[in-house]
């Protein structure tokens, strides 16, 4: 016989109770048929499938594990039920009790309630009983005051017909009174007309006089203001001149100092080419040592000649002498003494030194003095 089909069973803690009943609904009324492969056991499969649904049927091993699982949750659900039902129970019997409680109480109040209104009756009674008397009192006072009101309307119509001819009487006085007025008023008009046409040609005749003696102040005034303007126009005629003359001599004198500004200007900016000039010249004036004066030799240069030859130096190379040492001190000399200036220069010297002998024998105070 062919094996049959094994099926994997899931495990039971990994399905939820709504699961499990949708479950049992959906396979309680199918029957059990196992899955074969061969044709005997498909026609037998068929077999079983087309029993009716009222024909006894072998249940599965799994399906009873639901059916076992679903009746215990049943069961617990059941418990849970009646174990809430219980605790409604009696919380509704504490309610009844309290309910019991609270109508004993209202019934308790109605009675106390039932008395005072009994009380307010019997005292409503004994204030009628005592307040009777005054109540007469007071009505009789009233029906006198009725009586007092009465009367009192009588007098005040007697009062308002009185009142309506006095004011009748008044109108009267009043309209008597406004024509009075009238008249007195017409009357005072003509009077202050008289007096204010007097007044007016009084104050018309006042007021030409104080008009006439107005222009004569204002005339002499104007006079016055006349002379008084040809005085300051005369004098700022003659400040004017003068200003002018001072203008004319300041535009003159700023023309002098403009001219020595521009000369002072343009010498400042010579003055560095100049002062560059001079120092070039002093630069050389400097650095020459000139042994001429002209076409004569000095005479600083004539002993200088004469104190090299005496300290032994060649007449021939005095210039050449001369000519080294300022090169050396870097002076440039501008002319070369020759052998013939030196030996001149020599025999210049001694007929000066001759003459000088003489000359000093001559102004000498002594035995050798000569007239």
């Known amino acids: 016989m062919p ?5 994997k069973k ?25 899955l074969t492969t061969s044709a005997a056991s498909t026609s037998a499969n068929r077999a079983l499938a087309s029993q009716p649904n009222n024909a006894p049927a072998a249940v599965h091993p799994h399906d009873r594990s639901t059916l076992q ?3 215990t949750h049943t069961t617990n659900l059941l418990n849970d039920a009646l174990a809430e039902r219980d605790t409604a129970l009696a919380q509704l019997e504490e309610q009844s009790h309290e309910i019991n409680d609270l109508e004993n109480e209202l019934e308790l109040q109605e009675l106390e309630t039932t008395k005072l209104d009994n009380i307010r009756d019997d005292l409503t009674r004994q204030l009628m009983q005592n307040m009777h008397p005054d109540i007469q009192d007071m009505e009789n006072e009233l029906s006198q005051q009725g009586i007092e009101i009465i009367m009192l309307r009588k007098e005040l119509f007697l009062a308002r017909t009185k009142n309506s001819q006095l004011s009748d009487s008044l109108l009267r ?19 202050s007309r008289g007096i204010a046409a007097n007044k007016l040609a009084h104050t018309v005749s006042f007021l030409r006089e104080l008009e006439v003696l107005e222009a004569k102040k204002q005339s002499d005034l104007l006079e016055d203001a006349n002379q008084q ?28 100092l403009m001219k020595k500004i521009k000369k002072l200007q343009m010498r400042c900016l010579r003055a560095p080419k100049v002062k560059s000039n001079a120092v070039a010249k002093a630069k050389e004036k400097a650095l020459v040592f000139k042994l001429t004066h002209g076409r004569t030799y000095t005479p600083t240069a004539r002993a200088l000649a ?26 440039r000399v501008n002319k070369r003494m ?20 003489v000359d000093e024998m001559a102004h000498a105070s002594s035995v050798f003095h000569w007239e």
């Open 3 to 7: 094996k049959a089909r094994s099926v």
């Open 10 to 34: 899931r495990p039971h803690n990994k399905r939820s109770p709504a699961q499990i009943l949708n479950f049992a609904r959906n396979h309680a009324h199918k029957p059990y048929v196992p």
């Open 69 to 71: 699982l679903l009746l």
């Open 173 to 191: 006085a009043e309209a008597q009174l406004k024509t009075n007025y009238s008249l007195l008023r017409n009357e005072r008009r003509k009077t």
């Open 229 to 256: 303007l040809e005085k300051n126009i005369s004098a700022l005629e003659a400040t004017n001149q003068q200003d002018k003359d001072e203008i004319s001599r300041l535009q003159d004198r700023s023309r002098g």
């Open 306 to 331: 004469r104190k090299l030859e005496r300290h032994g130096c060649s007449q021939e190379f005095v210039g050449v002498v001369i000519e080294d040492v300022c090169n050396a001190a870097g002076v």
């Open 338 to 357: 020759s052998r013939r200036t030196v030996g001149r220069s020599i025999g210049e010297g001694a007929v000066a030194a001759k003459i000088q002998i």
